[in-house]
């Protein structure tokens, strides 16, 4: 079963979705509100991919949180995700052993189908 991980509101994920929908691909939705993933699932994460591609410095989040002053390194980046899940970039896609980060609709249809 492909998992989703990422906020209803968010368009990135909304794309996925209706990706998912459109191709009637089943998966499901893991909302970082009502579910947040902790430090063991991001290394997980992080063995699949980089601290660059995971953690999203665009976010009003990070904005908020004034962590470009903080010029943080590659572990204090993790440290944030594990407790602010919503300095993940979305949506996280796990399937078959593998991860996407973000919405590209060419690398979905190379993906999925």
Known sequence: MI????IKNCDSVKKALS???KYDIAFELIDFKTTPVGC???SLWLEKT?????????????????LK????????????LCKENLLIKRPVVEYDDALLVGFNEEIYQRSFL
């Open 69 to 80: 002053e903080l010029n943080l390194d590659d572990m204090g980046k993790k440290e944030w």
């Open 19 to 21: 990706f998912f929908k």
């Open 3 to 6: 998992k989703v991980y990422g």
């Open 50 to 66: 980089d601290i660059k591609t995971l953690f999203n410095t665009r976010s009003t989040t990070y904005r908020n949180l004034k």
């Open 40 to 42: 063991e699932k991001i």
